[in-house]
């Protein structure tokens, strides 16, 4: 793309960037055909889940508005809201599009009355209305959202739950965290501008650049304007502009900020008109000392397909990655967010749901207020078992595979004995024992029957397995130390 292009045909090309058929709906969606959609979306909706569960979970929903390719929902609580994004998001997002097929997200959020106007659709996330009768006695305790911080018209909300606060700290994050801080403290200082933070889906990136937000705009000096959206939003507010000749607005809207924040920039690759008006955005603001944070799911030398001008621009600050959870850091988001929501969960449950479910934050606290749910609206205390019984899908979605061959190394390797001894014929204590751990394993970790891992250790007799489970489980409860050794070992293979 030529870099002095003409700004009119950049905008005129900025359409461009558009999916197809997004000409029309912005045009479509008048209030009458929303509603009536919405009507229908709901009645389906009451249909395919029944009257009891509609009538505890979805029947305070409420059509916020439209905005470009995006419906907003609104719940009353943070729970409900919580409680439908977690079971009924796809079921929305498809009836919605069934409905009207320019729509490709459903929005899905705290506040707003019913039946607000279309028009006046609600960045009003924080407001809080009591939850119906039914629900207050069952909802897990989530603290109050307070009042919301001012912020630029243009800017989306900021979540009070991602405080600084209540963000976990362990290795895998603590640099970010770190960056993101002092960011907060200090704006646009030398070597942190812009900040650009990256990492896998689900681990802290938005949390991260709201706590920001939120530290700043509560200052006691001097107020600071902060901006933050997702890239998405950028896009359509931009082609918005366009369209209602009003970019030199939009233009000094953004302009005007001190902080902009921009989420999830890898949406733009591929945009590459929107690219160039983000640059200069970007460019503007740096060069009056403006901070700039900007998170994508890859560091800028990754980012392929966003211009070279621009990624060189995004390294120049500081770089900061949200690297995967550990053991560690999951135990302690889970005691955290357990403690938050004040319910009872039995250190062993938080360990299950740590070994688990180990591919994001989100699956994590997701599962955890399923639970928790759960145990309150049936008045039972959480336990191991029902662990099992109420994330029944989710566990089964995150069951890693373990082979009987992984186990077999891993064993050999931990007692420092040959591979060939796990089916060789040899009753030396020092061989027989780790064969026997790993037969124990082989059970515990794998779906294959007693004769099929038999078969694996030197054509052994499924008697020699069973004996080899209740001999190492014996040994677990007596000795402590060869317990934890098996419990490591179960660990590493299944991490
Ligand atoms: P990303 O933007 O990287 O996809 P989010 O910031 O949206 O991830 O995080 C997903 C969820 O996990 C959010 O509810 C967030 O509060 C939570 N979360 C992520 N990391 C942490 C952490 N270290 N401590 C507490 N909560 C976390
Ligand atoms: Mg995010």
Not at 121 to 133: I, K, R, T, W
Not at 194 to 213: E, R
Not at 349 to 368: D, P
């Given at each position: 793309?030529?870099?002095?292009?003409?700004?009119?045909?950049?905008?005129?090309?900025?359409?461009?960037?558009?999916?197809?058929?997004?000409?029309?709906?912005?045009?479509?969606?008048?209030?009458?055909?929303?509603?009536?959609?919405?009507?229908?979306?709901?009645?389906?909706?009451q249909?395919?889940?029944?009257?009891?569960?509609?009538?505890?979970?979805?029947?305070?929903?409420?059509?916020?508005?439209v905005?470009?390719?995006?419906?907003?929902?609104?719940?009353?609580?943070?729970?409900?809201?919580d409680?439908?994004?977690?079971?009924?998001?796809?079921?929305?997002?498809?009836?919605?599009?069934?409905?009207?097929?320019?729509?490709?997200?459903?929005?899905?959020?705290?506040?707003?009355?019913?039946?607000?106007?279309?028009?006046?659709?609600g960045?009003?996330?924080?407001?809080?209305?009591?939850?119906?009768?039914?629900?207050?006695?069952?909802?897990?305790?989530?603290?109050?959202a307070?009042?919301?911080?001012?912020?630029?018209?243009?800017?989306?909300?900021?979540?009070?739950?991602?405080?600084?606060?209540?963000?976990?700290?362990g290795?895998?994050?603590?640099?970010?965290?770190?960056?993101?801080?002092?960011?907060?403290?200090?704006p646009?200082?030398?070597?942190?501008?812009?900040?650009?933070?990256?990492?896998g889906?689900?681990l802290?990136?938005?949390?991260?650049?709201?706590?920001?937000?939120?530290?700043?705009?509560?200052?006691?000096?001097?107020?600071?304007?902060?901006?933050?959206?997702?890239?998405?939003?950028?896009?359509?507010?931009?082609?918005?502009?366009?369209?209602?000749q009003?970019?030199?607005?939009?233009?000094?809207?953004?302009?005007?900020?001190?902080?902009?924040?921009?989420?999830?920039?890898q949406?733009?690759i591929?945009?590459?008109?929107?690219?160039?008006?983000?640059?200069?955005?970007?460019?503007?603001?740096?060069?009056?000392?403006?901070?700039?944070?900007?998170?994508?799911d890859?560091?800028?030398?990754?980012?392929?397909?966003?211009?070279?001008?621009?990624r060189?621009?995004?390294?120049?600050?500081?770089?900061?990655?949200?690297?995967?959870?550990?053991f560690?850091?999951?135990?302690?988001?889970?005691?955290?967010?357990a403690?938050?929501?004040?319910?009872?969960?039995?250190?062993?449950?938080?360990?299950?749901l740590?070994?688990?479910?180990?591919?994001?934050?989100?699956?994590?606290?997701?599962?955890?207020?399923?639970?928790?749910?759960?145990?309150?609206?049936f008045?039972?205390?959480?336990?191991?078992?029902?662990?099992?019984?109420?994330?029944?899908?989710i566990?089964?979605?995150?069951?890693?595979?373990?082979?009987?061959?992984?186990?077999?190394?891993?064993?050999?390797?931990?007692?420092?004995?040959?591979?060939?001894?796990?089916?060789?014929?040899?009753?030396?204590?020092?061989v027989?024992?780790?064969?026997?751990?790993?037969?124990?394993?082989?059970?515990?970790l794998?779906?294959?029957?007693?004769?099929?891992?038999?078969?694996?250790?030197?054509?052994?007799?499924?008697t020699?397995?069973?004996?080899?489970?209740?001999r190492?489980t014996?040994?677990?409860?007596q000795?402590?130390?060869?317990?934890?050794?098996?419990?490591?070992?179960?660990?590493m293979?299944?991490?």
């Amino acid at each position: 793309m030529e870099s002095n292009r003409g700004s009119a045909n950049t905008e005129t090309a900025a359409l461009d960037d558009l999916p197809p058929d997004m000409d029309q709906a912005l045009r479509d969606n008048t209030a009458e055909q929303l509603a009536g959609q919405w009507t229908r979306v709901r009645n389906r909706l009451q249909q395919e889940v029944g009257d009891v569960e509609y009538r505890t979970w979805l029947r305070q929903i409420a059509l916020g508005g439209v905005d470009g390719d995006e419906v907003t929902v609104h719940l009353p609580t943070r729970f409900l809201r919580d409680w439908v994004r977690g079971h009924y998001a796809d079921k929305l997002n498809a009836l919605w599009q069934s409905e009207n097929k320019r729509i490709r997200r459903v929005d899905i959020r705290v506040g707003g009355v019913a039946g607000v106007a279309p028009s006046s659709l609600g960045d009003s996330d924080d407001a809080v209305l009591p939850a119906g009768p039914d629900l207050t006695s069952i909802a897990p305790k989530f603290p109050e959202a307070r009042p919301e911080v001012a912020r630029p018209e243009m800017a989306a909300p900021l979540d009070t739950r991602f405080e600084f606060d209540s963000f976990v700290v362990g290795k895998p994050n603590e640099f970010a965290y770190a960056c993101a801080r002092r960011v907060a403290e200090r704006p646009s200082s030398p070597g942190f501008n812009p900040l650009f933070l990256y990492g896998g889906v689900g681990l802290g990136k938005t949390h991260l650049m709201h706590a920001i937000g939120l530290e700043l705009s509560r200052r006691d000096t001097a107020p600071i304007q902060v901006a933050y959206m997702s890239a998405e939003k950028f896009m359509y507010r931009f082609i918005a502009a366009i369209r209602s000749q009003s970019t030199m607005e939009f233009k000094e809207q953004l302009r005007s900020v001190d902080v902009l924040m921009v989420d999830d920039l890898q949406f733009l690759i591929g945009k590459d008109n929107t690219q160039e008006e983000f640059f200069h955005t970007f460019n503007a603001l740096v060069d009056v000392g403006k901070q700039i944070v900007v998170s994508a799911d890859k560091s800028p030398s990754d980012l392929s397909g966003l211009e070279d001008r621009l990624r060189t621009r995004l390294g120049c600050g500081m770089v900061a990655d949200l690297h995967a959870t550990t053991f560690e850091l999951r135990i302690s988001i889970l005691e955290a967010k357990a403690t938050r929501a004040e319910a009872e969960v039995p250190p062993k449950v938080l360990e299950f749901l740590a070994h688990k479910i180990t591919s994001n934050v989100r699956e994590l606290e997701g599962s955890l207020n399923r639970l928790i749910a759960h145990a309150n609206l049936f008045g039972r205390p959480i336990t191991l078992e029902s662990t099992q019984e109420v994330l029944h899908d989710i566990l089964k979605a995150h069951d890693r595979r373990v082979t009987i061959e992984e186990i077999q190394k891993r064993v050999a390797e931990h007692w420092n004995i040959r591979l060939a001894d796990m089916s060789s014929a040899r009753r030396a204590r020092a061989v027989a024992r780790p064969r026997q751990v790993a037969m124990y394993l082989a059970k515990q970790l794998t779906s294959r029957s007693l004769p099929e891992i038999g078969r694996k250790f030197g054509n052994r007799d499924h008697t020699t397995v069973m004996h080899a489970v209740s001999r190492v489980t014996e040994l677990i409860e007596q000795d402590a130390d060869f317990g934890e050794r098996v419990e490591l070992l179960r660990r590493m293979l299944e991490s």
